[in-house]
């Protein structure tokens, strides 16, 4: 399927979540997130969830990782290509953005090269590991100034397509994607 419909079909099947599956589906994907093999890396990147577009709900995993003294990263949108990346301390304070999104006010600034691990949004991937957002590029520009060993984690509701047609080159596969009901595991090793 092509982008555009794929982020349509998703959108709507997102929306018709109930808070409650939203909530424990959450924490089903939280859970996994433990049996991946990263827990000997240290600086972690993720998101804070749109609620207004059902996106999920990462506290568990933030959770998870601070129980575990992990180094704990966010993004900030600072223009209409870039993001910036802050470490979350006990301090930090956030604002919720034009687009609904919870983003740190100030703080201290990490550079994408240090991540080790970083979990992405998206609204489909498909079974190769390709995936998509809202199409803006963020995460493709982003995930582009990081190592080439950052372990990439999609987080999904859903499962994965059969084939994303209209992948470019610009578009970087998944290492793994966690939904619900399983693991995905794109990585040749
Ligand atoms: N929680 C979260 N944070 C994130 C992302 C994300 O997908 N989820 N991003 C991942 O890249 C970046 C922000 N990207 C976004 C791009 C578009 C829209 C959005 O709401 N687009 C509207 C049109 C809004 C407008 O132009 O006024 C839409 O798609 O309907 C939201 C976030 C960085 N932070
Ligand atoms: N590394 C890059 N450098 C410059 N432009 C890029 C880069 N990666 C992606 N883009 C541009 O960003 C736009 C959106 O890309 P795409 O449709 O793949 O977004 P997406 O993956 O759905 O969004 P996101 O990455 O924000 O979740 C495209 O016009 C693409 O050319």
Request: glycine share 4%; net charge negative.
């Amino acid at each position: 399927m092509l982008k555009r419909d794929l982020r349509l079909k998703y959108s709507k099947l997102r929306s018709s979540l109930t808070p409650s599956q939203l909530s424990l589906q959450s924490i089903a994907i939280a859970n996994s997130v433990l049996q991946l093999p990263i827990w000997k890396k240290e600086y972690f990147h993720i998101f804070l969830p749109i609620q207004q577009k059902a996106e999920i709900d990462t506290e568990g995993i933030i959770s998870i990782l601070l129980g575990l003294d992990k180094n704990v990263i966010v993004p900030k949108i600072i223009s209409s290509t870039q993001l910036e990346h802050y470490l979350l301390t006990d301090n930090t304070k956030f604002i919720i953005n034009k687009l609904n999104i919870p983003e740190p006010v100030d703080g201290i600034t990490i550079e994408p090269k240090k991540l080790d691990v970083v979990f992405i949004p998206l609204l489909a991937f498909d079974e190769k590991g390709n995936r998509i957002g809202y199409g803006k590029g963020y995460y493709d520009r982003f995930l582009n100034d990081c190592r080439e060993d950052v372990i990439k984690i999609g987080l999904s509701f859903f499962e994965a397509e059969p084939l994303i047609d209209d992948i470019d080159i610009t578009d970087i596969p998944l290492d793994y994607c966690i939904t619900p009901k399983k693991t995905y595991s794109f990585t040749e090793s």
